[in-house]
């Protein structure tokens, strides 16, 4: 009841519908995050932002490559550390790991570069 007395009135069935159905997945969202643990409520947020990025409901592209490598965080094999003095290993390892993907494959340079002496 509280979603149809909350919710604006329309003329349209179908816009109705889709306000009701927004609506009700506010309130859905808003028990579900007041029932967690605050250590969760993170973690929760961040799964339904992914699958909403997954299922294209969100006006962003999608990258299932940079979504397995937060997911994973994967690690090249040993490699030698020029950053060694304030990066640790495995670090510079996720950063090899990291130049593989697209967009991305300036950022050991980068790093680099722009590293406190």
């Known amino acids: 009841n509280k979603a149809i007395e909350r919710t604006v009135p329309c ?28 250590e969760h409520k993170l973690v929760f947020c961040a799964m339904l932002a992914f699958r909403l990025f997954q299922s294209g409901k969100l006006n962003e ?12 965080g994967p690690a090249a094999a040993e490699a030698e550390n020029p950053l060694a003095d ?26 680099e570069k722009d590293a406190p002496n």
């Not at 069935?13 to 007041?34: C, G, H, M, P």
């Not at 304030?86 to 790093?111: G, H, R, S, Y």
């Open 61 to 72: 592209e999608f990258h299932p490559a940079y979504y397995n490598f937060l997911l994973r």
């Open 86 to 111: 304030w990066l640790p290993n495995n670090a510079w390892c996720m950063v090899q790991k990291l130049i593989e993907l697209e967009e991305f494959d300036k950022f050991a340079t980068n790093m």
């Open 11 to 38: 003329e349209e069935v179908k816009e109705r519908t889709d306000a009701l159905i927004a609506s009700i997945r506010l309130t859905v969202f808003r028990w579900v995050n007041r029932g967690l643990f605050e």
